[in-house]
């Protein structure tokens, strides 16, 4: 069999005219954002940068965390989610992982955005109490205990602990336990307070239920630590 000419092997051209060249773009179109998009994005953080936080609605300021998770996305019906959820934008930044996963369209990205939030404002409220007498900043105390614990779904007990000159010199939390429970140990507390020198104590615990028992038993564990024949620290 006699081999063809190689002209006959050549790609036929298009019936009707020349085909027109394929557009080249430096990424797939599926992954740019709508116009539309990033004039609302744009939008949002000029506004933030002009007027801060109080500008914002609690749902655009969760827009602004979701844009860094979710970037080629339209976060709205995502942070509208959330604040119906969970209440406002504290209680979503502070959720549990786990409850966060439950809410359509959460995923590793946007807790680990959460997260990172949420981790700053503790460092940020902590700055300003830490090796700082505490009647001078006691706002700023308050501030922080509010930033650690207000939104916790379970029970803490925190220690405050102060030198002689009422310089907070740690901050610690002994133990943490249910919704309307957790466990004190008094002798626990003391030899902790001693390992660290510490001249007095500021005892902080919270109720996230509000529970009439949870308060009751608050009062018993104020009790024992005011009885100092628990204190014999062998």
Same mark, same amino acid.
């Given at each position: ?6 002209? %006959?092997?050549?790609? #036929?051209? #298009? ?27 744009? @939008? ?9 936080? #109080?500008?914002? #609605? ?40 786990? !409850? ?31 090796? !700082? ?23 803490? %007990? @925190? ?52 529970? %009439?028992?949870? @308060? ?19």
């Amino acid at each position: 069999m006699k081999r063809r000419p190689a002209s %006959f092997n050549e790609a #036929p051209l #298009p019936l009707f005219g020349e085909a027109a060249p394929a557009p080249v773009t430096g990424r797939p179109a599926r992954n740019k954002l709508p116009s539309y998009l990033c004039d609302h994005r744009q @939008r949002l953080r000029a506004r933030f940068m002009e007027g801060g936080a #109080p500008a914002l #609605p609690d749902y655009e300021l969760l827009e602004l965390v979701l844009f860094r998770a979710l970037p080629r996305q339209d976060v709205k019906p995502l942070a509208r989610r959330l604040i119906e959820q969970f209440g406002d934008f504290g209680r979503v930044i502070s959720a549990p992982p786990a !409850r966060l996963h439950q809410v359509r369209g959460v995923g590793e990205a946007v807790v680990r955005e959460f997260k990172i939030v949420e981790a700053a404002a503790h460092r940020l409220a902590r700055s300003k109490v830490m090796e !700082r007498p505490v009647l001078s900043s006691w706002h700023a105390l308050l501030d922080y205990c509010h930033t650690a614990m207000s939104h916790s779904e379970t029970e803490q %007990f @925190r220690v405050l602990m102060l030198d002689r000159k009422n310089v907070l010199i740690a901050d610690e939390e002994q133990a943490r336990g249910t919704v309307d429970h957790v466990p004190v140990y008094p002798r626990e507390v003391m030899k902790r307070a001693l390992e660290l020198n510490a001249s007095a104590l500021i005892l902080v615990h919270n109720h996230p239920t509000h529970s %009439f028992r949870s @308060r009751r038993i608050t009062l018993k564990h104020i009790e024992t630590l005011e009885n100092p024949s628990i204190f014999s620290i062998a």
